[in-house]
Protein backbone atom coordinates (compact mmCIF):
# COMPACT_ATOMS: atom_id res chain seq x y z
CA UNK A 1 0.00 0.00 0.00
CA UNK A 2 1.44 2.86 -1.58
CA UNK A 3 1.52 6.02 1.64
CA UNK A 4 2.82 9.20 1.29
CA UNK A 5 3.22 11.70 3.86
CA UNK A 6 4.05 15.60 4.65
CA UNK A 7 5.56 17.07 6.97
CA UNK A 8 7.60 20.93 7.58
CA UNK A 9 4.33 22.85 6.95
CA UNK A 10 4.11 25.44 9.45
CA UNK A 11 3.12 29.85 9.77
CA UNK A 12 6.43 32.09 8.29
CA UNK A 13 6.60 35.78 7.71
CA UNK A 14 6.29 36.94 4.18
CA UNK A 15 10.30 36.75 2.94
CA UNK A 16 11.27 33.65 4.71
CA UNK A 17 11.34 29.71 4.31
CA UNK A 18 10.17 26.38 5.20
CA UNK A 19 11.02 23.08 3.69
CA UNK A 20 8.40 20.47 2.97
CA UNK A 21 9.10 17.27 3.05
CA UNK A 22 6.87 14.02 1.75
CA UNK A 23 8.36 10.81 2.70
CA UNK A 24 6.81 7.70 0.68
CA UNK A 25 6.64 4.02 1.47
CA UNK A 26 5.10 1.04 -0.55
CA UNK A 27 6.48 1.98 -3.80
CA UNK A 28 10.19 2.17 -5.05
CA UNK A 29 10.61 5.94 -5.45
CA UNK A 30 12.93 5.64 -8.30
CA UNK A 31 10.57 4.52 -10.47
CA UNK A 32 7.76 7.16 -9.12
CA UNK A 33 7.56 10.91 -10.73
CA UNK A 34 7.19 13.34 -7.54
CA UNK A 35 5.46 16.25 -7.43
CA UNK A 36 3.62 19.43 -4.72
CA UNK A 37 0.44 21.26 -5.20
CA UNK A 38 -1.34 23.60 -3.40
CA UNK A 39 -4.67 24.53 -2.30
CA UNK A 40 -5.82 27.73 -1.18
CA UNK A 41 -9.34 28.29 0.45
CA UNK A 42 -11.87 28.41 -2.39
CA UNK A 43 -9.30 27.88 -5.47
CA UNK A 44 -8.81 25.03 -7.09
CA UNK A 45 -5.77 22.34 -6.42
CA UNK A 46 -3.01 24.03 -8.63
CA UNK A 47 0.31 22.29 -9.51
CA UNK A 48 3.62 24.00 -7.56
CA UNK A 49 6.91 21.75 -8.70
CA UNK A 50 7.83 18.38 -10.40
CA UNK A 51 10.29 16.19 -10.49
CA UNK A 52 11.53 12.94 -12.62
CA UNK A 53 12.30 9.88 -11.50
CA UNK A 54 16.45 9.48 -11.60
CA UNK A 55 17.84 12.07 -13.62
CA UNK A 56 16.26 14.94 -11.58
CA UNK A 57 14.94 16.89 -14.03
CA UNK A 58 12.54 19.52 -12.47
CA UNK A 59 9.68 21.63 -13.46
CA UNK A 60 7.93 24.44 -11.38
CA UNK A 61 4.94 27.04 -12.00
CA UNK A 62 5.77 30.12 -12.81
CA UNK A 63 4.54 31.66 -9.97
CA UNK A 64 7.20 30.37 -8.19
CA UNK A 65 10.26 29.31 -10.30
CA UNK A 66 13.15 30.99 -8.72
CA UNK A 67 11.73 30.43 -5.34
CA UNK A 68 11.34 26.93 -5.01
CA UNK A 69 13.17 24.18 -5.30
CA UNK A 70 12.15 20.78 -5.59
CA UNK A 71 14.67 18.08 -4.68
CA UNK A 72 14.15 13.84 -4.32
CA UNK A 73 16.63 11.21 -2.10
CA UNK A 74 15.92 8.54 -3.40
CA UNK A 75 17.64 6.43 -1.02
CA UNK A 76 15.37 7.41 1.51
CA UNK A 77 11.91 7.37 -0.74
CA UNK A 78 11.41 11.06 0.33
CA UNK A 79 11.07 14.29 -1.95
CA UNK A 80 11.36 18.41 -0.76
CA UNK A 81 10.21 21.36 -0.91
CA UNK A 82 12.67 24.34 -0.16
CA UNK A 83 10.48 27.56 0.13
CA UNK A 84 12.11 30.66 0.04
CA UNK A 85 11.42 33.99 -0.22
CA UNK A 86 7.66 33.45 0.57
CA UNK A 87 4.59 35.66 0.20
CA UNK A 88 1.44 36.00 1.39
CA UNK A 89 -0.08 34.67 -1.86
CA UNK A 90 1.85 31.18 -1.47
CA UNK A 91 -0.64 30.69 1.60
CA UNK A 92 -2.35 26.89 0.94
CA UNK A 93 -2.19 23.25 2.09
CA UNK A 94 0.58 21.75 0.15
CA UNK A 95 0.29 18.23 -1.03
CA UNK A 96 2.13 15.82 -2.52
CA UNK A 97 2.02 13.26 -5.08
CA UNK A 98 3.15 10.27 -6.93
CA UNK A 99 2.49 8.50 -10.02
CA UNK A 100 4.12 5.78 -11.88
CA UNK A 101 6.38 6.73 -14.89
CA UNK A 102 6.82 10.32 -16.10
CA UNK A 103 5.23 13.65 -14.46
CA UNK A 104 2.73 15.69 -15.17
CA UNK A 105 1.08 19.40 -14.30
CA UNK A 106 -1.83 17.94 -13.72
CA UNK A 107 -3.46 16.60 -10.48
CA UNK A 108 -5.79 14.12 -12.19
CA UNK A 109 -2.95 12.13 -13.59
CA UNK A 110 -1.28 11.31 -9.91
CA UNK A 111 -2.59 8.42 -8.41
CA UNK A 112 -1.01 8.92 -5.13
CA UNK A 113 -1.93 11.68 -2.22
CA UNK A 114 -0.61 12.71 1.25
CA UNK A 115 -3.21 14.34 3.36
CA UNK A 116 -1.40 17.96 3.17
CA UNK A 117 0.62 20.45 4.92
CA UNK A 118 -0.65 23.70 6.07
CA UNK A 119 1.42 26.50 4.70
CA UNK A 120 0.82 29.25 6.20
CA UNK A 121 2.54 33.13 5.20
CA UNK A 122 1.65 36.53 7.13
CA UNK A 123 2.73 40.06 6.17
Known amino acids: QVQLVESGGGWVQAGGSLRLSCAAS????????MAWFRQAPGKEREFVAGIARNYGWTYYADSVKGRFTISRDNAKNTAYLQMNSLKVEDTAVYYCASRYGGGYRVASEYDYWGQGTQVTVSS
Open 26 to 33: GLTSSNYA
